[in-house]
């Protein structure tokens, strides 16, 4: 099985930018579709972005389209996720997690956590 990490969470100002770092032990990531999701205080988890094994089929939500970037570096086994003019609404608690098939999340990190203030 495969452990995660997340690092790179924080305070920010809305406009402003982070990375988020989700690094991975255990197995190589390229094994699993990768993924990030967040939960706000008082709201379910939601789904942010994920990079399906193959590395080529992207998917995001309509809330981060435009704005977050999903990558992997898989010779460092580690996935990113570059956030970019954040939202008070982005603030959460953010998760990596791995799936063995696309329909399901069955390894997770820790969490970060990403506080926009407006």
């Known amino acids: 099985q495969v452990q995660l990490v997340e690092s790179g969470g924080g305070l920010v100002q809305a406009g402003d930018s982070l990375r988020l770092s989700c690094a991975a032990s255990?197995?190589?990531?390229?094994?699993?579709?990768v993924g990030w999701l967040r939960q706000a205080p008082g709201k379910e988890r939601e789904f942010v972005a994920a990079?399906?094994?193959?590395?080529?089929?992207?998917y995001y939500s309509s809330s981060v389209k435009g704005r977050f970037t999903i990558s992997r570096n898989i010779a460092v086994n580690t996935v990113f996720l570059q956030m970019n003019n954040l939202k008070f609404e982005d603030t959460a608690v953010y998760y990596c997690?791995?799936?063995?098939?696309?329909?399901?999340?069955?390894?997770w990190g820790q969490g970060t956590q990403v506080t926009v203030s407006s």
């Open positions: 997690a791995a799936g063995i098939t696309d329909t399901t999340w069955d390894y």
């Open positions: 255990g197995r190589t990531l390229s094994s699993y579709r």
């Open positions: 990079i399906r094994r193959s590395g080529f089929e992207i």
